[in-house]
């Protein structure tokens, strides 16, 4: 009763900038109740679930030579031919995550029997890295998906590795490194990678990451979990041809006109960064999820939280 009019009124007065330079120019208040309505928008986002079904088509013959923001495939006439992942990302567990909320998320991922469920990091935040009990519990409905749910650590999770490691651990939770798995789904073998989060040295560190990777043997599909998509830039792409990669850490950008069916953001404003949606750059696709949950201010405006059943459409099926 006191953190989320707090929160609301804090993160309000942050966006009423532009109104602040219209009383100081115009000596008028008449607007400044503005942004107060935005940011009650904002906070009132945050419990709205959108479920939308996006199809990535690995055959598009996009190439750009820079990465750049790319159309969904059409929906396909038969789902069994698309390989069906549900990512996880920017849960966030804390404050604006309840416990409650985060084991409904996950067990609505089980209800939709993906091929794959992959967690692409930032699982705790401020007061739930005390126990690693809290995380593991938010958790437990993925713990009989075993074999089919893997994750990669984000950079809020090396706050309280330990705990994150033994929460994913506790559930049956495949934990990737700076790894790969082939992993056996029923359209076939499909390469899983998980890539680290560095905030130093990256490009060394994702260089020497993927240049250790084993060949890959006969797979349908190399799909790569990456916390932050800006890490893209420092990985060598044809080391080891990667055909998706799936990411978060933007939150998608956080305010925008998504909600209104168009695609720009803060982000998208100020820098070419990838923010939500699907990117691409010379064969490699990148899907940048807007994640679920929230760090800092409960506030989404015009980009609502995604939940999402990512449908790829597969180059090739092994005969």
Known sequence: MINWPGQWFLGATIIAFPWALWLVFFNSTDLLYVPYILGLIGILQNFRI??????????????????????????????????????????????????????????????????????????????????????????QPLKDYRGKVFACMGNHDYEAPEIVKTALADNNITLLIDEALVVQTRLGP??????????????HKLSNAIKSLPN?????????????????SDIPLTSHPIDLYLSGHTHGGLMGLVSLGLKTTVISLFSKSPDHGLWGIDNTKLYVHRGTGHYGFPFRLGVPTEHSVIKVRLKKLLA
């Open 190 to 203: 499909v390469e899983v990678i998980g890539f680290d989060s560095h905030s130093k040295d990256r490009k």
């Open 50 to 139: 959108s479920e939308e079904s996006i199809v990535i088509d690995l055959n598009d013959n996009a190439q750009p030579s820079q990465l750049s923001r790319l159309e969904l495939a059409p929906p396909p006439s038969n789902n069994n031919d698309t390989l069906q992942i549900i990512q996880l990302t920017d849960p966030h567990l804390g404050p604006y995550m309840s416990v409650a909320r985060l084991q409904h998320i996950c067990k609505n991922a089980v209800d939709k029997q993906p091929d794959l469920i992959l967690l692409t990091g930032d699982f705790l935040t401020m007061e739930s890295k005390g126990s690693v009990q809290t995380l593991s519990q938010s958790l």
């Open 216 to 232: 890959k043997k006969n797979v349908i599909a190399s799909i790569a979990m990456l916390h932050d998509p800006t890490h893209l």
